[in-house]
């Protein structure tokens, strides 16, 4: 399978706890975002990387969240002392960007997402 | 701030028939804008994409148009069948930001 995986796809956490979810792109695409969609809304910007660099984090993304993409390749996304609020569906999607140029024809390829509920 | 408005919210129609979902933005500095479809429980697919110098994109019965000056895109689905059932979501990129901002999307039920 070459398309973006993410595991797990379901995470059932008690209030308080850590949790960590991971993404997996499309091996050669340089560009990894992460999103999060709660029900009947659409997507939300988190964070991205181009390569190993962390290049824009959104405000939504708050000190409990922090996310890494040693050596340019799969990624992880962390939340520590997990809140309800946090219950969303977790996305992760990668793309090729290239390089010095802008974002005209650049397809976002989404993984099946990892589901949240904190209890 | 670019805001991206779905309308309808649903649509529930009999097979075979074709349908419009309407998708506008507040903001026409766009690199691009796309529709993507979801499934419940699923990630997105993309369906296609237009640059912001396009006036529209085909791929089979889909076809999706776009008018920047105007802030909207509609995507036009031909003699619809009960699989295209699914959330149907537009997503802008804007200039000088690398991230899509999506709407709220439009929950398409096609019943037999």
């Known amino acids: 399978d070459t398309g973006v995986s993410q595991n797990p796809r379901h995470k059932i956490t008690k209030r308080g706890q850590n949790v960590t979810f991971r993404c997996d792109p499309i091996?050669?695409?340089?560009?990894l975002y992460w999103y999060r969609q709660t029900l009947g809304q659409g997507p939300e910007f988190l964070t991205y990387?181009?390569?190993?660099?962390?290049?824009?984090k959104s405000r939504l993304l708050s000190d409990r969240f922090s996310a890494e993409r040693p050596k340019g390749s799969f990624s992880t996304l962390e939340i520590q002392r997990t809140e309800q609020g946090d219950s969303a569906m977790y996305l992760c999607a990668s793309s090729f960007r290239v390089p010095e140029e802008a974002a005209i024809n650049e397809k976002l390829f989404f993984g099946s997402g990892t589901q949240l509920s904190v209890l | 701030k670019q805001e991206v408005t779905q309308i309808p919210a649903a649509l529930s129609v009999p097979e075979g028939e074709n349908l419009v979902l309407n998708c506008s933005f507040t903001d026409s500095a766009i690199y691009n804008l796309q529709w993507f479809r979801q499934d419940p429980g699923k990630g997105l697919t993309s369906l296609l994409l237009i640059q912001s110098s396009q006036r529209e994109q085909t791929s089979g019965r889909l076809n999706a148009s776009l008018d920047k000056s105007s802030g909207r895109s509609t995507l036009y689905i031909a003699a619809s069948q009960p699989g295209d059932s699914a959330t149907y979501l537009c997503a802008v990129s804007r200039y000088n930001t690398d991230k899509l901002i999506f709407g709220t999307g439009t929950r398409l039920q096609v019943f037999p």
């Open positions: 990387f181009q390569n190993e660099a962390q290049l824009e």
């Open positions: 091996s050669e695409h340089n560009r």
